[in-house]
């Protein structure tokens, strides 16, 4: 090869990755699902972690039997692996954590309707001290995910709460003039361990696989707070009208009166998107009537709550494609 020819292959290579970088930046939910490499890659990654923990699912051992093949991943219900790597950025953590107030979580019964891989809901536990809060998603892989991500969680608690009490320990041996000895540190880190600290997230967490427009349950629990955050698109192309009409009337059903929604709807603009995702979605996409401007109007005066608060403007950070309103409605 020339000089010059080998310069034009480098300009080339250089333009593609430049331009599949800028593809993979991209927000998934506004790319028909196509962020595969990136998606393959963080799964492979995911998944050698969980393999240490001996723990696979179905779908990630395809990924690796067909590692060699161009392997189209789509994800129907907005069920993203790894969707917490495109829309949280890591320094500042989840920005809706930060307009959420204490008092609807606190000491409260909690239901987080698609939670996806479970971390919102993990640290919406762990922050604001649930009385107990179940996350239930459509996809039995993200329900694993959820799982996993609350071992770690409780993991990450407990050495930090054992780290705490060695650390007050010492303090005390100190204070007490007594001459700090291993052995009085690791009895204290056994009764912490033994008094299970790793035991408080999971008596508070839990996950369940539901599809929650179509399930029916005989004897159903009630919620002080219920949260349903960029699900409202994904339940309205796969299920329409009805679908959506149904998600409204079960939420307040399973509201306690005086308990409250947060709904983080998606815009309309971010349907046309995704419509293609399937046929049912692209049939359904075609004969929606409510929009997402009209959710506050069938939430009102339709299904019955008394009033609505716009949560949005303390909002900031969100990641481009992310920065949607968050109303809190009130039973
Ligand atoms: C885009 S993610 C949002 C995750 C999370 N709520 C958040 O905002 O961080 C949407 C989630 O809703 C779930 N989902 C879609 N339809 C559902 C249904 N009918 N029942 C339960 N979960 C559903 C998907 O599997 C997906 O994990």
């Given at each position: 090869?020339?000089?010059?020819?080998?310069?034009?292959?480098?300009?080339?290579e250089?333009?593609?990755?430049?331009?599949?970088?800028?593809?993979n930046?991209?927000?998934?939910?506004?790319?028909?699902?196509?962020?595969?490499?990136?998606?393959?890659?963080?799964?492979v990654?995911?998944?050698?972690?969980?393999?240490s923990?001996?723990?696979?699912?179905?779908?990630?051992?395809?990924l690796?039997?067909?590692?060699?093949?161009k392997h189209?991943?789509v994800f129907?219900?907005?069920?993203?692996?790894n969707?917490?790597?495109?829309?949280?950025?890591?320094?500042?953590?989840?920005?809706?954590?930060?307009v959420?107030e204490?008092?609807?979580?606190q000491?409260?019964?909690c239901?987080?309707?698609?939670?996806?891989?479970?971390?919102l809901?993990?640290?919406?536990?762990?922050?604001?001290?649930?009385?107990?809060?179940?996350?239930?998603?459509?996809?039995?892989?993200?329900?694993?995910?959820a799982?996993?991500?609350?071992?770690?969680?409780?993991?990450?608690?407990?050495?930090?709460?054992?780290?705490?009490?060695?650390?007050?320990?010492?303090?005390?041996?100190?204070v007490?003039?007594?001459?700090?000895s291993a052995?009085?540190s690791?009895?204290?880190?056994?009764?912490?361990?033994?008094?299970?600290?790793k035991?408080?997230?999971?008596?508070?967490?839990?996950?369940?696989q539901e599809?929650?427009v179509?399930s029916?349950?005989?004897?159903e629990?009630?919620?002080d707070t219920?949260?349903?955050?960029?699900v409202?698109?994904?339940?309205?192309?796969?299920?329409?009208?009805?679908?959506?009409?149904?998600?409204?009337s079960?939420?307040?059903?399973?509201?306690?009166?005086?308990?409250?929604?947060?709904?983080?709807p998606?815009?309309?603009?971010s349907?046309?998107?995704?419509?293609?995702?399937?046929?049912?979605?692209?049939?359904?996409?075609?004969?929606i009537?409510?929009?997402?401007?009209?959710?506050?109007?069938?939430?009102?005066?339709?299904?019955?709550?008394?009033r609505?608060e716009?949560?949005?403007?303390?909002?900031?950070?969100?990641?481009?494609?992310?920065?949607?309103p968050?109303?809190?409605?009130?039973?």
């Open positions: 090869m020339t000089e010059d020819k080998e310069n034009k292959t480098g300009i080339m250089r333009k593609r990755k430049r331009k599949q970088n800028d593809r930046k991209k927000n998934p939910e506004n790319q028909n699902n196509h962020n595969q490499d990136k998606d393959q890659k963080n799964a990654k995911e998944d050698k972690e969980k393999k923990e001996g723990k696979t699912t179905k779908q990630e051992v395809t690796e039997d067909n590692n060699k093949r189209k991943i129907p219900f907005g069920n993203y692996r969707y917490y790597g495109y829309r949280i950025n890591e320094v500042d953590g989840d920005p809706r954590l930060k959420f204490r008092d609807w979580f000491g409260k019964d239901l987080d309707i698609g939670c996806n891989s479970g971390i809901t993990i640290q919406i536990a762990r922050k604001f001290h649930c009385k107990s809060i179940l996350g239930i998603d459509i996809d039995s892989d993200r329900v694993s995910d799982y996993w991500h609350l071992r770690k969680f409780a993991r990450t608690e407990n050495v930090e709460k054992n780290s705490t009490k060695v650390a007050r320990l010492e303090v005390k041996n100190k007490n003039g007594a001459k700090h052995s009085a690791s009895v204290e880190t056994k009764e912490d361990s033994s008094a299970s600290s035991g408080d997230l999971f008596e508070v967490v839990s996950f369940r599809n929650f179509q029916q349950r005989p004897s629990k009630q919620y219920i949260l349903c955050l960029s409202t698109k994904w339940i309205h192309l796969n299920w329409g009208d009805d679908g959506l009409i149904t998600l409204f079960k939420i307040w059903r399973l509201l306690h009166p005086g308990g409250i929604l947060v709904l983080e998606q815009p309309w603009q349907y046309e998107k995704n419509r293609r995702v399937s046929e049912t979605t692209a049939m359904n996409y075609r004969t009537l409510f929009r997402p401007e009209s959710f506050r109007e069938i939430l009102l005066d339709k299904i019955g709550f008394r609505v716009d949560i949005t403007d303390g909002l900031s950070g969100s990641k481009a494609g992310f920065d949607r968050i109303f809190v409605y009130h039973k």
